[in-house]
C-alpha cells in the first residue's frame, strides 16, 4: 500500500526558501503518475501548487508558478518542493498527495507538514 | 478554467443525512470529481470520485453512508445516518489538463 510522508525545516525566514521532501513507500516514483503538492493556510481551505510527472515534466499553480520548482529523485523514491522568496502568506500546512492512476483524484495523502514562515 | 463553487456551511441532525454539493463551472459540467473529508486538526482523506454520469467509486474502507451522484454540472456527496465524526470541512477536487484545483470546502455540522 502506497505511504507518502513529508519532511523539512518547519521554520523558514522571509525571503528565504521553503524546501520539503515526500518519501514514497509502496510504490515507485517511476510509475505512471503524476505527484502533487498541496497546502493550507491557516483556516483556509486547500491550495494545489503543482506537480510532477516521474519524467520530469511538471505543472504549476499560475499564482505560485514563478516561485516554485518541484523535481523528482527516483534513486531515492522522493520528490521535492522549493519556494523560493516566502512571505508570511507562505505559512501552511504542506502536503504531498498523489493519483491512484495516472492523474486525477487525489486517492493519497501524507500526512502534512507546518511550515511557518517567520524571522 | 474550471472553478469549483462549494457552499461555505451545511449543518443536519444526528443519524439524518445530507447533501453537499459542488457545482462546476461553465462548459465543464462533464469533469469527473473528487470528494475529499478533512476532521478537526487531521489531513485530507480521498472518499470517492464522482462522474459525470453520476457513477461514483468510494475509497479503500469508506463506509457506504457516503455516496455520490451528479446532475448537469453539480456534484453531490450525501452521507447517511450521520455520526458525530462526520462533522468535518468537506472539499471537491476537479483536474484538466496541467491543473489541478480544490472548492472553497464546506463546513459540515452535526447537530
Known amino acids: 500500500q502506497m505511504q507518502l510522508q513529508e519532511s523539512g525545516p518547519g521554520l523558514v525566514k522571509p525571503s528565504g526558501t521553503l524546501s520539503l521532501t515526500c518519501d514514497v513507500s509502496g510504490v515507485f516514483v517511476s510509475s505512471t503518475k503524476w505527484w502533487s503538492w498541496v497546502r493550507q493556510s491557516p483556516g483556509k481551505g486547500l491550495e494545489w501548487i503543482g506537480e510532477i510527472y516521474h519524467n520530469g515534466n511538471t505543472n504549476y499553480s499560475p499564482s505560485l508558478k514563478s516561485r516554485v520548482t518541484i523535481s523528482i529523485d527516483q534513486s531515492k523514491n522522493q520528490f521535492s518542493l522549493k519556494l523560493t522568496s516566502v512571505t508570511a502568506a507562505d505559512t501552511a500546512v504542506y502536503y504531498c498527495?498523489?493519483?491512484?492512476?495516472?492523474?486525477?483524484?487525489?486517492?493519497?495523502w501524507g500526512q502534512g507538514t507546518l511550515v511557518t514562515v517567520s524571522s | 478554467q474550471v472553478v469549483l463553487t462549494q457552499s461555505p456551511s451545511a449543518s443536519a441532525s444526528l443519524g439524518a443525512s445530507v447533501n453537499l454539493t459542488c457545482t462546476l463551472s461553465?462548459?465543464?459540467?462533464?469533469?469527473?470529481i473528487a470528494w475529499h473529508q478533512q476532521q478537526p486538526e487531521k489531513g485530507p482523506r480521498y472518499l470517492m470520485k464522482v462522474n459525470a454520469d453520476g457513477n461514483h467509486i468510494r475509497g479503500d474502507d469508506i463506509p457506504d453512508r457516503f455516496s455520490g451522484s451528479s446532475s448537469g454540472p453539480e456534484r453531490y456527496l450525501t452521507i447517511s445516518s450521520l455520526q458525530s465524526e462526520d462533522e468535518a470541512d468537506y472539499y471537491c477536487q476537479t483536474w484538466g489538463t496541467r491543473i489541478v484545483l480544490f472548492g472553497g470546502g464546506t463546513k459540515l455540522t452535526v447537530l
Open positions: 461553465s462548459g465543464h459540467s462533464s469533469n469527473a
Open positions: 498527495a498523489s493519483p491512484k492512476w495516472l492523474r486525477g483524484e487525489l486517492d493519497c
